[in-house]
Structure formats: C-alpha cells, structure tokens
C-alpha cells in the first residue's frame, strides 16, 4: 500500500474504533436500544478488503455487526449513527437499528440480522451484475459461524456454477457468539469448506492491513476478471463481546491480551512511525481530532434529529400506492 | 408452592424430563429456517406413513417484540404453527404453564411447538411442588366476570387482566379473561361458554392482523354461538408492520392493556 493510503486508512480506522466505542457509551445511556454489535479488533478486514475493492462502486453486504462496513462504503457517520439513535434522519430513517444499517446510494446493502441471510442475496447480487455486464463485483462479508448454515452450501454451489462476480469474505474471529469455533465447527479453516464447489479460496492474518490488502487484491482481481467467486478467510478477533449482554465468560482474558497485543490500528500506526511517515504526536492529534468530529458532528446531529411521526408507521411497508395504481387497481392511470 | 420465575419453571421441566430432549430455537425469527423439517417431516410424517413412524418431538421458542430488536428478531409466528395439521401449539403465559405445558409436551406423542415470550422469562409465578402436567388442550378462565370476555394467550392474558381490573374499578365492567394456551386445537367448547355468558368479546393478540388467534377465535364464534353475542366481537392486535426499531413507532405499532379497554368501551358504546 502507498504511504498515503495507509495514513488515510490509519485515519478511517481510528474513526472505526472511537465510532464502535461512542456506540457502547451511548448503549449504556440507553441513546442506543436493541441488539448492538461492535467490530473493535477486526477493522483491517473490512479496510483491507475494501481498500483493494471500489468503495461506492462494488456491491457490499453483511450481518448485523455493520456500522464500520457501512461507513467504508461510504455511508455518512452521522446518518449511521442518527440511526443508532432511531431518528427520522438516520440511514434507514429510524426504522432498521444498529442491525439494519443501509445506503443504496453507496451500495451498502444492508446488514441482516439473520445468521448467513446475506449469503444467497449477494450471489443475487452478483447475478444481477453478471446481466447487466457491469464491472463491479459483490462482496459479502460474513462470520465464521455463518457457514454452518445450510443455505451456505446452496449459495456456494450456484455462485461456482454460473461463475458469480461474488467476494465472499470469512471474518473468522474464532466465536459465534459465546461458541469457541471447535465447539461449533468441524473445520477451524473456513477457507477449505469451499474446496468442495471448486472455488478458489486463501486466508491470511486479518490484523495486518497490509497482509489483508495483498490477498484481497488478488481475490478481487479473480473476481472482476470474470473467473467467477473466491473465498478469502481473515483470521482475527473482536475485543468486545458478541452484543451487549455479553460477559465473556467463555474465553480468557489471557486471550483476549494476546490479540490485543496484535491490534491492527497500532500494527499500521507502528509501521507508519517506523517509515519515518507518522509521529506519536500526529497519531494522538489524529484521536483527538477524530474524538471532536464524533462529539461534535455525529453525536450532535444525532441528538438534534427528530424522531420519525408516528403518523408515518406504515410508511415503507409497501410501495407508495398512489405509484402504483394500474397495477393494484387494474384501472389505467 | 414455590415462587419461582417463567424460565426458572422451564429448567425444571428440562431437567425432570431427560429422556426426551426438546429442542429450544433461540427465537421464532430463526424457526423460518427449520420450517421444512417441522412442518414437512415431524408434522406429517405419522400421516404419510399411515401411522407407522412418530415424530414426538417439542420444539421451544421465544417471540415477540422486546424493546427494540427491529424487524428481524421481533417476529410472532403462532399464526403460522396453529395453521399446520400434525402439529399441536400451546403458548404458556405464567410459570406454572410453561413448567405443566412443556412437561406434557415431552410426554405427549404428537409435534407440540411451545410459543414463549421474549420478554416473559424473568416473570415470576406459583409453580406446584409436585409433579404437574397442564393439559395441551383447553383453556383456562384467568378472573372470572360476566359482561364481556377478554380472550388473550401468552403475554396479551397479561393485557386483559390489567384492563378487566381497570375496567371493573374505573367503568363498573365486569370482564372475564380467558387465556388460550391452546393454539392449535383451539378451545372451541370453552370460547361458546365464556361468549354464552357474557354475550360480548375481545380477542388480544401481539401478533398482527390479519389472519390469526383473533381472526380464528371470531370464526369460531360465528360457528358455535352467534346468536348470544350482543355485539360484534373485536379484535385488538399489531398493525401489519415489520417491527420499527425506534421505541414511539414500536410502541406504536404494538397494543397493550389500555388498547383492550378502549376496545371494550367502543363495544359498550363508551367511547
Ligand atoms: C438464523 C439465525 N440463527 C441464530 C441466530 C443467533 N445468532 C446471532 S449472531 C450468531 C453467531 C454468528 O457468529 P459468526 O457468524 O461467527 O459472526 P460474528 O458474530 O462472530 O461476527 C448467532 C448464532 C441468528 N441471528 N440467526
Ligand atoms: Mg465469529
């Protein structure tokens, strides 16, 4: 990666991390309601790879845990977080949560709260490109426990056989919710479950965003080729607990310090001082800097946002009817 | 007697009953995944087979909006199960059901889905010292009354008793509560006589119509005992909706004790 670049995305993920951590404070002062996911610790991933991909341009999609996959792609902060914040100005105007983050316009389309939901709808993605004869791809980014389900293995299947533009990337954080991976899982190594559809797949270190940058450039390169789907597994670890009832009581603190000790904003931020291209100082004006921007720019217009009219509850249910008459009414317009 | 809570009351079920081991699904927003093998395998698997095979296994699981979850993990589904031939649902609204109920369940030879509340668990109730098997089918008359019948199931029971306490000390209303911890049969011989008394009803229901408890429990009526209704019944439910996460539209968009009363009322022409 160029020095620049790194610096930018050192930037981003800094922004990644406090937004994730403004999150949890504002949760414990109930700003915030329902299932809440945080993704401190995994940020090289969802960086890396879209790093190597075209945000705004390629078709990303994930779970619930996807503020940070939201806000790569382009997705406003601000809106990210008004939507935490169940206001009409939020991404999905108030009406999805922490769990449904969307913008279409930056093609982030969507987190889904149901474990592997997303998988097929990426391939759907994928095969809507594929008609069009577009250039960009879809990227599904997903968990390791997701491919316990069986719609997986059909996803799989379909996207090899009709050569989908799909990424498909395994977030293998080693836990589905407080289930270690060997207590889950007959395979630790996702990326070997693929073998079965004929799909090229790697993995790598996903705490070092050079490391994760590299793989996905050649993921991504097969995938916008038109070689059909790939498969890359990034091994890493959330420090926080699954949601927020979560005591963490089925792993060690000693492993938790471990991964830790490889935390992907100082692995970058250590290499960046090393390069002779960052000082301590510059790093902790960035934190702060990135501090007051959340303070007084997210949280704010969170805060100040109205809340949806309670008139419009069945607003977006279905499409507006008056758009839609010939159809429902049989009658001409 | 002990004082114990709803899902303390599970656990002592689970643990009596070892042999046969029900499967809990997280939450009924995750059933959708399994529909296959509950409702084309246990479900119809003893008719297909002319009787020779069984499928005698419960299924628990928990739905219901509870605070915020949004539109993927606020779901109900009893409208869905009670549609199913082969397939018995009850839906305990205290501990000492969701002890008897999952007890009899594990016993019983038929598929029994068991519709739990999300936000129930923590409810504490009476629970029998002794061994105790509620019966799958029936219903049970919660507050005895006589000028109209609420009828709820699961935490909507809970909705009918605070309004037939508000109803009896603010209007002079007489409500009696009927809870459906039948789904699936629904008891129709226990809906005739509540209806036969009071000659009024009120169906409560988290879910959302149409289709569902309330629209069933209505036709019922029409069937059993249409002449000794002095109104035409009402339904209180969910607007058709996917759950909104924001707290005033949820709040909104679901009913609660004070939308049973002002639904009595309008039937008593007091509103
Ligand atoms: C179909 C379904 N089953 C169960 C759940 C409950 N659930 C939520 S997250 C999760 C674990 C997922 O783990 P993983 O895919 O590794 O993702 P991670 O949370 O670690 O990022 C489970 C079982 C669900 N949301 N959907
Ligand atoms: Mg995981």
Request: charged share 25%; glycine share 8%; net charge negative.
């Amino acid at each position: 990666m160029k020095i620049e670049d790194k610096k930018r995305v050192l930037r981003e993920m800094v922004l990644h991390r406090r937004f994730e951590e403004r999150c949890y404070q504002a949760y414990i002062e109930r700003k915030i309601g329902g299932f809440l996911h945080l993704y401190p610790g995994q940020e090289a991933c969802c960086n890396g790879v879209m790093e190597a991909a075209r945000p705004g341009h390629d078709y990303v999609i994930t779970g619930y845990r996807d503020h940070v996959h939201a806000i790569k792609c382009g997705a406003d902060p601000k809106e990210v977080m008004a939507e935490l914040y169940g206001k009409e100005t939020g991404s999905s105007k108030g009406r999805g949560g922490s769990m449904h983050i969307f913008d279409a316009g930056k093609r982030f389309m969507g987190g889904y709260a149901l474990v592997g939901g997303p998988f097929p709808l990426a391939a759907g993605i994928a095969k809507a490109i594929q008609m069009k004869g577009g250039d960009e791809i879809a990227i599904c980014f997903l968990g390791d426990a997701a491919n316990n389900q069986g719609v997986f293995h059909e996803t799989m299947n379909m996207a090899a056989l009709w050569k989908l533009p799909v990424l498909f990337v395994c977030e293998n954080n080693l836990y589905g919710i407080g289930t270690s991976i060997e207590r889950s899982t007959a395979v630790v190594h996702q990326h070997k479950r693929v073998a079965a559809y004929n799909i090229p797949a790697d993995e790598c270190d996903g705490q070092d965003i050079e490391i994760v940058y590299e793989h996905a450039r050649r993921a991504v390169d097969h995938v916008r080729s038109g070689n059909g789907p790939f498969f890359l597994e990034l091994m890493t670890y959330r420090y926080r607990g699954h949601s927020m009832s979560d005591s963490r009581g089925y792993r060690s603190r000693e492993e938790e310090e471990l991964w830790k000790q490889r935390d992907p904003i100082f692995i970058l931020r250590d290499r960046l001082i090393k390069e002779g291209a960052l000082t301590m100082a510059e790093f902790e004006t960035i934190e702060k800097e990135t501090d007051a921007y959340i303070e007084n720019e997210v949280i704010k217009f969170s805060e100040e946002s109205p809340e949806p009219r309670v008139e419009d509850l069945e607003k977006y249910v279905l499409a507006e009817r008056d758009t839609q008459l010939p159809w429902l009414t049989g009658k001409a317009a | 007697m002990a004082n114990i809570m709803y899902w303390e009351a599970i656990q002592r079920a689970h643990d009596e009953e070892m042999a046969r081991d029900p499967l809990e699904i997280m939450s009924v927003n995750f059933a959708w995944l399994a529909m296959d093998q509950m409702f084309n395998s246990a479900a119809k698997v003893r008719y297909m087979s002319g009787g020779q095979l069984t499928a005698p296994c419960v299924f628990r699981s928990a739905g219901g909006a509870a605070h915020q979850l949004g539109a993927q993990h606020s779901a109900r589904m009893e409208k869905v199960f009670m549609g199913i031939a082969g397939l018995r649902v009850v839906t305990p609204s205290n501990p000492k059901q969701a002890y008897g109920l999952l007890k009899s369940a594990i016993r019983c030879d038929d598929p029994v889905f068991i519709n739990e509340h999300e936000l129930m668990y923590n409810m504490k109730g009476e629970v029998p010292d002794s061994e105790y098997f509620h019966p799958l089918e029936g219903s049970e008359v919660a507050r005895a009354g006589t000028d109209v019948t609420l009828f709820g199931y699961n935490i909507s029971v809970h909705w009918c008793l605070k309004a037939a306490e508000i109803l009896d000390k603010q209007y002079g209303i007489s409500a009696e509560v009927v809870d459906l911890y039948s789904l699936s049969p629904l008891d129709r011989a226990g809906i005739k006589a509540s209806v036969s008394k009071t000659h009024r009803a009120v169906i409560a229901e988290e879910d959302e119509a149409p289709v569902g408890v309330g629209s069933e429990v209505i036709a019922i009526i029409n069937e059993e005992c249409f002449f000794e209704l002095d109104a035409a019944p009402v339904r209180v439910h969910s607007a058709l909706v996917p759950q909104p996460y924001n707290h005033t539209l949820e709040k909104a968009a679901i009913p609660d004790h004070e939308d049973v009363v002002k639904a009595v009322l309008k039937l008593f022409g007091k509103a």
